[in-house]
């Protein structure tokens, strides 16, 4: 079973070190320490928890797409058609092209939150460059 270092867990979660040392001293999230004194996260037990955190906003829309990354607009280009626009979330890079006329409706601008909604019948997974213990 894969396990992850705290730092990993941050970086998978998208938060800081310091979020998950707190979320693990206060019970939230299950953690086990080496003989060097070290925290480390199953890696099953850091699914469960991601799962759980995902739908726990109770004024979400109700949607049959379940990929949802909310983060920052880190990036806009209009014209007179259509909008380019880039949302970091975590370490997630998302970029999307709409209408401009939809991304003035959501009155969308570089430094606003934003969620991306992805919906596809073909995702592409991929290993590797990542540490897995």
């Known amino acids: 079973m894969p396990t992850y270092q705290i730092s990993e867990a941050a970086d998978l979660l998208g938060v800081s070190s310091d979020t998950v040392r707190r979320w693990v001293d206060s019970g939230r999230l299950p953690a086990t320490r080496d003989t060097a004194g070290r925290r480390h996260l199953d890696g ?3 699914a469960a928890f991601m799962r759980a955190g995902a739908d726990t906003d109770p004024g979400r829309l109700v949607s049959s797409a379940r990929n949802r990354f909310r983060g920052l607009v880190t990036s806009l280009v209009r014209d007179q058609v ?4 880039e949302i970091q979330a975590g370490p997630h890079r998302v ?3 709409l209408s ?5 409706d959501l009155g969308l601008e570089v430094g606003s939150v934003a969620t991306a909604v992805v919906k596809s019948t073909n995702v592409i997974v991929e290993t590797g460059g990542d540490r897995h213990a």
Request: net charge negative; aromatic share 0%; hydrophobic share 60%.
């Open 44 to 46: 099953a037990e850091l």
């Open 82 to 85: 259509m909008a380019s626009v």
């Open 95 to 97: 970029v999307s092209l």
């Open 100 to 104: 401009r006329e939809a991304a003035d």
